[in-house]
Structures are given as structure tokens and as C-alpha cells.
């Protein structure tokens, strides 16, 4: 027997982090970057104004108050984008809107609020935006309150400095992030690529959801659970509808696939039932699925059953086929088992292929609420539980049976019972994957 641990130390010391692509901004969601990011031009690239208002210099508004407000010519409209800007002189102002450029003279803006909004030339109170720059012009504005210098002016460079590190490699490119290699003009970036996993379902009990069963036939979950869970995980994932139990159709199955996976995943057919095919058809590769013979530094290239120290999920198939050498787990296929299994090793093969900094589930302590009579000697078991922050404990939902799905379903952890421990009081101390 291998323990979870050996299995999972076994599988990703054979993994390493996929080759750097460049990726448009919205495909690299989610990625690792591997370049440091640098700000071409300073952000924002021009002195603009943070209000809409009027831009004035500031010795034309110093006395301003309510009752003795400073009256001044609006000589015309400074839109976003406005590209010719007229000249504040003394005793006059612009009319602004946020995010317009300051025109030459202004030294600073009021908010329309510290103004009576103006009367004559533009729409007076509506702050319409005109591109043209002598719109609005005619009329005049009383500001009743004085505006110091710079006030309401954002600063060239105030977000970043041109040449300085907007993002440094490693980083994990979320939507911020996105949205500040987007703001500085880059529109791809070098990451490491999502992995793209493959997950081929095996059983001919299987029937596509929406379809009718038939007698003996049950829906696929497997597929659509472990595809949800490699998306989650970060990947590209393929679902490849359920393969009936026929060694040849398998082995053909999976040499399609290999084209377009960085790992193949497997459900079913793994224990030692008379119609378990995929250990038939994996640990007998050879031809274009590889054989042992021929993997970089001696690696092998078959696929290896082993029997797990763990609940659920003792059997399990790990190895790297075809001339790629494409990593492939066999997860066992009651739906329990499958989930379970994904969350151990698929999940962090993933984050490995992604070259995330962390490949593994958040594991917290918490106070186990409900009693474990027994849990098997020797083995590792995870229950399914609900586990609550904020009273840090944990409660099993469902029981140990690996066909529990709806249990599965309602459970956002999973409450690890270690292989010497047979049993547990309720309010036990137990380590708890945190499964959202
Ligand atoms: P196996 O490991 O193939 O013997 O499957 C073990 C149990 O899991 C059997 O009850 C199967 O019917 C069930 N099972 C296998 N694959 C799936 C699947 N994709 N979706 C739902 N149940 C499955
Ligand atoms: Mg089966």
C-alpha cells in the first residue's frame, strides 16, 4: 500500500511547469505571469481633472466665498479626449469634466458644486460633455469657494511612474490585474498557460445527463464533476462523454485525446471487477501510448496501479504516456472516490503544470461536532463536511458510503481522520481541507 502522501510526492515530482506562452489579456486570466511587467508611459499619462467643474487659476478664486463669489468668463468646455484646449487667462475658466486633460493656465479646478453652474454659453447645469472646445464658451461662473492649488487635479505619474514595476513575475493575473496591463497598453502578456485537462468517464452504465435511463443505467456525474473541478482548479477542461468498458475502445479514446491534454483523467475501471478496462488497457501500453523503455530518464511510461492507504479512493492509477509523455490519473469511479481523488492529486498536478505558488488546498484545524464511531485502521479517510469559520468547527455531512452524492453536494470541506486514529469523540481537534 502507498500512502497519500508517497502517491502525491510521486506524481508531482514527475510534473513541471508548462512552457511560457504570450496571451492575450483575457486568456491569461487566472495565469501565472513570468515577466516582469514595467510601465511604459506614467499612469495617468496627463495632469486631468478629478471633478467636473470649472478649471481656474487659483489667484482668481483666493477671496471666494458665498457671499462675495468670484465671478469669471468660461471661455469653454474641456471634454474626456479633448485634444485642443483653450488658454485660461486671468479672470477667466473652462468649463472640465472628469478625466480631461487641464488646459494650459489652470491651475487647479472647482467642483460644479462650489459653483452656481454657470449661466449663458452651455447647457448650464447638465455638464453634457462637447469634444469641441469653444462649446459652452459665453457666460460666466460664480464660484463661491476658494480652490487651492492642484486641487482636484490628478498628477502625470500619481497612479505609476513610466519605468517603474507594475507587476512583478509570479504574479496571478486577476481582474485588477488585468485591468492595470490593460491601463498601461499592454495587451498580452507571457504566463504560463492554463494546463488542459481531459477527463474521460468509463462505465457502459453510464447515460449522458438529459437522456433517458434505462434499466441498470445511471447518469455520468463523474465527468461533469471532475470537469467543473479542473476548471476550478485553473485548467482548460475537456469533457469527453462516458466510454463504454472495452479495452480497445478505451486505449482508442485516449489516443484521440492525447493531442489535446497536459493531463488525462480517468474515472472507473480501476478495481478488480472483471469489466475494470482501464487497468487492462493502461498497464499494457505500447506503440504510439509509449512503453517503459523509452521515458526521459528512465520515467515510466506505463500506467501503475496502486492500492492507497486512504477512504475513499483506494485505487488509483498514475503515469505518463504516448511519445509527450502526457501525465495520466486513473481515478476510481464511484463519484465519492472521484471528487475526492481530484482534490488530492489532480488539483495539485494543476497548480504544478501552472507553476502556482500554492498547489494545495487551504488545510485549517477545526472542532469536529459530530463523533466518528469508526474510521478504518491503517487508512486515511475523508468525510465530507460543513465547516464553519467563524465557530471554527465542522460538522460531517452524509456518511462514509463513496456513492453519497448529495452529501457530497452540501459539503464545502473534507475532514481528514489520519490513519492511527480509529475514532473520534465529538469536539475532537481534526485538520480540515478547505474545499471553497
Ligand atoms: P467502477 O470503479 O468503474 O467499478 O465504478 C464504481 C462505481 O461508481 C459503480 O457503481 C459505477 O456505476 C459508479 N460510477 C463509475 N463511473 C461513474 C460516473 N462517471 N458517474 C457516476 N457513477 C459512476
Ligand atoms: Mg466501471
Avoid at 483506494?314 to 472521484?338: C, M, T
Avoid at 452524509?398 to 457530497?408: D, E, F, K
Amino acid at each position: 500500500m502507498w500512502s497519500v502522501t508517497e502517491h502525491l510526492d510521486s506524481i508531482l515530482g514527475q510534473l513541471s511547469p508548462l512552457e511560457p506562452i504570450e496571451l492575450q489579456l483575457l486568456d491569461a486570466q487566472g495565469c501565472v505571469l513570468v515577466e516582469d511587467v514595467t510601465v511604459p508611459v506614467a499612469l495617468p499619462p496627463f495632469e486631468n481633472s478629478s471633478m467636473d467643474g470649472y478649471a481656474v487659476r487659483v489667484a482668481d478664486t483666493k477671496a471666494a466665498t458665498l457671499e462675495h463669489p468670484a465671478v469669471l468668463e468660461v471661455i469653454g468646455d474641456v471634454a474626456a479626449g479633448s485634444d485642443v484646449l483653450p488658454t485660461v487667462g486671468p479672470g477667466q475658466a473652462a468649463r472640465i469634466m472628469t478625466g480631461a486633460p487641464l488646459p494650459p493656465g489652470a491651475e487647479a479646478v472647482v467642483p460644479v458644486e462650489w459653483t452656481d453652474g454657470g449661466t449663458g454659453g452651455g447647457p448650464a447645469t447638465t455638464m453634457a460633455a462637447h469634444s469641441v472646445d469653444s462649446a459652452g464658451a459665453g457666460g460666466e461662473v460664480r464660484v463661491h469657494q476658494a480652490a487651492k492649488e492642484r486641487q482636484f487635479v490628478r498628477a502625470r505619474g500619481s497612479d505609476v511612474a513610466a519605468g517603474e514595476l507594475a507587476l512583478a513575475a509570479g504574479t496571478v493575473l486577476g481582474a485588477p490585474q488585468i485591468g492595470l496591463l490593460a491601463a498601461i497598453g499592454r495587451g498580452s502578456v507571457t504566463v504560463r498557460p492554463r494546463p488542459r485537462v481531459v477527463v474521460v468517464s468509463t462505465g457502459s452504465e453510464l447515460v449522458q445527463p438529459g437522456e433517458e435511463l434505462g434499466p441498470g443505467q445511471i447518469h455520468d456525474s463523474n465527468s461533469f464533476a471532475l470537469t467543473a473541478a479542473a476548471r476550478d482548479a485553473g485548467a482548460i477542461a475537456y469533457r469527453v462523454g462516458a466510454v463504454i468498458d472495452e479495452v480497445e475502445t478505451l486505449r482508442a479514446t485516449i489516443e484521440d485525446q492525447m493531442i489535446r491534454a497536459d493531463i488525462i483523467v480517468t474515472t472507473g475501471g480501476v478495481s478488480v471487477g472483471a469489466y475494470d478496462v482501464v487497468k487492462e488497457a493502461l498497464s499494457s501500453l505500447g506503440g504510439a501510448m509509449g512503453d517503459a523503455e523509452d521515458g526521459p530518464g528512465g520515467s515510466p511510461g506505463r500506467v501503475e496501479f496502486r492500492r492507497l492507504a486512504m477512504q475513499p479512493g483506494k485505487p488509483q492509477g498514475f503515469g505518463r504516456i504516448g511519445p509527450e509523455r502526457i501525465p495520466l490519473l486513473a481515478l476510481p469511479g464511484n463519484p465519492v472516490s472521484a471528487y475526492v481523488s481530484f482534490e488530492l492529486f489532480v488539483r495539485p498536478a494543476v497548480r504544478t503544470l501552472m507553476g502556482a505558488g500554492s498547489v494545495h488546498r487551504d488545510v485549517v484545524r477545526a472542532a469536529c461536532v459530530t463523533p466518528v464511531e469508526k474510521s478504518p485502521e491503517g487508512r486515511r479517510q475523508f468525510l465530507r463536511g460543513r465547516y464553519d469559520q467563524a465557530s471554527g468547527t465542522v460538522t460531517a455531512v452524509g456518511g462514509a458510503g463513496s456513492h453519497l452524492v448529495a452529501a457530497l453536494a452540501h459539503a464545502n470541506a473534507l475532514i481528514v481522520v489520519p490513519e492511527a486514529v480509529t475514532s473520534l469523540e465529538a469536539g475532537s481537534e481534526v485538520d480540515v481541507v478547505v474545499l471553497d
